[in-house]
């Protein structure tokens, strides 16, 4: 654990010397772009002049940069802080410092100064600070697929707001945390597993599962009910070598459902509904679905004439699949799906599922004799479910989304794994980029969840170019 925050705080301090030295190399393409490259316009020739009248603007830009940096809190170390929030405070501190720069250079009126060269230099060090800051994220998500620099975190507490945590660490891998299992005072609960979180007893448990499974990383997800008990458990967990956190349960509520406002310093917070995708967001994401269809639909209808010729002619039958399945809020729909079996595969079901000792809610066969061999191929790469697009366009699915359950699995729902449903399902989402038939039920719901309480365009957008290298590689499908 002290070698973990040895790292983090080497790679933090290392940044502002790094940043300082790419603003310095800022400065000199930007002289080589407006002088030698002569970029936009020409300088002419009783113009031009050395690099050396531009040292002294070029050192306070720097400092102005980093005393910029330093005090909006580019260099603290925030676990979990988004990419376009650095590059705001970057372009930000940028701005500023050119602004300030050019304001120095109309009150000395120096007899060499290209506002041309300065644009030139911005742009060099939003390019190259932002850069740093990519290639950074890039290196810190190998290593922690490769296990380095993961936080081992036990949480404590399977409520409302132990969950929502165990969902966004299960959903955002590149924060780097690693879950070795959860603590509960409900015996029933603490000896269960949710997905592949491990359940691990009762909080008499603490101390010994800190040390059996070297974690690093406490997070208390109590209600304040529990006050006394949390003390002590922040007690116990340092004295076993763990650092702890605690995560205010504001009546069990997402901080998305909080609005705070202030009445002359006193804090009031405003509580509004569960968040759902609305009016605009919701158009937004219709028009993506329907934009990126339109593209593909050429390479779309190719496959989808390639594929049903095979199967017709593998074994002549339906070429599509028709299912029921569980839809937005509980509505049923048709699902439309390219055969991948024998016609009658489905009053063989049960019976699997029990020979196989499947999880009825989520049951997948590696080894399925009903799988015909055109079936075998369009499942492992996906393409079994590309008349799903039919929904699609039909308003019943989005390309995004959670899977949709069939009645009987909704049937065997507990409450907590009906807030999947709160959206529209789609072809592709968080669990199957995660792991697809890998990841089991419980872990998928929270999964779903996530994306449900979290959802943007961005996200969209990431699922999606996640979900081609899963499909290519073949992760997790059978």
Same mark, same amino acid.
């Given at each position: 654990?002290?070698?973990?925050?040895?790292?983090?705080?080497?790679?933090?301090?290392?940044?502002?010397?790094?940043?300082?030295?790419?603003?310095?190399?800022?400065?000199?393409?930007?002289?080589?772009?407006?002088?030698?490259?002569?970029?936009?316009?020409?300088?002419?020739?009783?113009?031009?002049?050395?690099?050396?009248?531009?040292?002294?603007?070029?050192?306070?830009?720097?400092?102005?940069?980093?005393?910029?940096?330093?005090?909006?809190?580019?260099?603290?170390?925030?676990?979990?802080?988004?990419?376009?929030?650095?590059?705001?405070?970057?372009?930000?501190?940028?701005?500023?410092?050119?602004?300030?720069?050019?304001?120095?250079?109309?009150?000395?009126?120096?007899?060499?100064?290209?506002?041309?060269?300065?644009?030139?230099?911005?742009?060099?060090?939003?390019? %190259?600070? +932002?850069?740093? =800051?990519?290639? @950074? $994220?890039?290196? !810190?998500?190998?290593?922690?697929?490769?296990?380095?620099? /993961?936080?081992?975190?036990?949480?404590?507490?399977?409520?409302?707001?132990?969950?929502?945590?165990?969902?966004?660490?299960?959903?955002?891998?590149?924060?780097?945390?690693?879950?070795?299992?959860?603590?509960?005072?409900?015996?029933?609960?603490?000896?269960?597993?949710?997905?592949?979180?491990?359940?691990?007893?009762?909080?008499?448990?603490?101390?010994?599962?800190?040390?059996?499974?070297?974690?690093?990383?406490?997070?208390?997800?109590?209600?304040?009910?529990?006050?006394?008990?949390?003390?002590?458990?922040?007690?116990?967990?340092?004295?076993?070598?763990?650092?702890?956190?605690?995560?205010?349960?504001?009546?069990?509520?997402?901080?998305?459902?909080?609005?705070?406002?202030?009445?002359?310093?006193?804090?009031?917070?405003?509580?509004?509904?569960?968040?759902? %995708?609305? +009016?605009?967001? =919701?158009?937004? @994401? $219709?028009?993506? !679905?329907?934009?990126?269809?339109?593209?593909?639909?050429? /390479?779309?209808?190719?496959?989808?004439?390639?594929?049903?010729?095979?199967?017709?002619?593998?074994?002549?039958?339906?070429?599509?699949?028709?299912?029921?399945?569980?839809?937005?809020?509980?509505?049923?729909?048709?699902?439309?799906?390219?055969?991948?079996?024998?016609?009658?595969?489905?009053?063989?079901?049960?019976?699997?599922?029990?020979?196989?000792?499947?999880?009825?809610?989520?049951?997948?066969?590696?080894?399925?004799?009903?799988?015909?061999?055109?079936?075998?191929?369009?499942?492992?790469?996906?393409?079994?479910?590309?008349?799903?697009?039919?929904?699609?366009?039909?308003?019943?699915?989005?390309?995004?989304?959670?899977?949709?359950?069939?009645?009987?699995?909704?049937?065997?729902?507990?409450?907590?794994?009906?807030?999947?449903?709160?959206?529209?399902?789609?072809?592709?989402?968080?669990?199957?980029?995660?792991?697809?038939? !890998?990841?089991?039920?419980?872990?998928?719901?929270?999964?779903?969840?996530?994306?449900?309480?979290?959802?943007?365009?961005?996200?969209?957008?990431?699922?999606?170019?996640?979900?081609?290298?899963?499909?290519?590689?073949?992760?997790?499908?059978?």
């Amino acid at each position: 654990m002290n070698a973990q925050k040895a790292s983090s705080a080497a790679q933090v301090d290392l940044f502002p010397w790094l940043d300082v030295v790419l603003a310095l190399a800022a400065f000199a393409i930007g002289y080589v772009m407006r002088y030698q490259l002569q970029i936009i316009r020409p300088v002419l020739e009783i113009n031009t002049t050395t690099f050396e009248p531009y040292i002294p603007y070029m050192v306070f830009y720097v400092i102005w940069l980093t005393i910029q940096y330093r005090g909006s809190g580019l260099y603290r170390h925030v676990r979990g802080r988004a990419y376009m929030q650095e590059l705001f405070t970057i372009v930000n501190g940028v701005t500023n410092a050119t602004v300030i720069v050019m304001a120095l250079s109309f009150i000395s009126q120096p007899l060499f100064f290209s506002r041309l060269m300065l644009v030139w230099v911005a742009l060099s060090t939003v390019v %190259l600070l +932002g850069g740093a =800051r990519i290639i @950074k $994220r890039m290196i !810190d998500a190998h290593r922690r697929a490769q296990g380095i620099g /993961v936080e081992r975190v036990l949480i404590v507490g399977a409520g409302e707001v132990g969950q929502a945590v165990l969902r966004t660490m299960l959903a955002r891998k590149e924060l780097g945390y690693g879950l070795v299992g959860y603590l509960d005072d409900d015996p029933e609960i603490g000896a269960t597993d949710l997905g592949r979180v491990r359940g691990l007893g009762g909080f008499e448990n603490l101390a010994a599962m800190i040390e059996q499974h070297r974690v690093n990383l406490v997070v208390i997800t109590l209600t304040w009910s529990y006050h006394d008990q949390i003390l002590q458990m922040v007690d116990t967990a340092r004295r076993a070598g763990a650092e702890v956190r605690v995560v205010p349960d504001l009546f069990q509520l997402n901080l998305r459902q909080v609005q705070v406002e202030n009445l002359d310093g006193i804090p009031l917070l405003g509580v509004t509904g569960k968040p759902k %995708l609305k +009016g605009i967001e =919701r158009m937004l @994401k $219709r028009l993506m !679905d329907l934009i990126i269809i339109l593209v593909t639909l050429p /390479v779309i209808l190719t496959i989808f004439a390639l594929v049903a010729l095979a199967i017709w002619l593998e074994r002549k039958g339906p070429i599509i699949y028709a299912q029921q399945r569980i839809g937005e809020n509980g509505k049923p729909f048709t699902i439309y799906k390219f055969r991948s079996m024998i016609p009658d595969a489905d009053k063989y079901q049960q019976e699997m599922i029990s020979q196989y000792e499947q999880d009825p809610l989520h049951p997948k066969f590696k080894d399925d004799w009903r799988v015909t061999r055109v079936g075998w191929f369009i499942r492992r790469t996906s393409i079994d479910e590309l008349p799903n697009l039919i929904n699609v366009v039909r308003g019943q699915m989005s390309l995004i989304g959670p899977r949709p359950p069939t009645p009987d699995e909704v049937a065997m729902y507990k409450p907590w794994h009906r807030q999947r449903l709160e959206t529209m399902p789609g072809i592709t989402g968080l669990w199957q980029v995660s792991g697809r038939s !890998d990841v089991p039920f419980d872990e998928m719901c929270l999964l779903d969840i996530y994306y449900i309480e979290n959802w943007s365009i961005s996200l969209d957008v990431q699922i999606l170019m996640m979900t081609l290298p899963r499909v290519l590689l073949r992760q997790g499908a059978y």
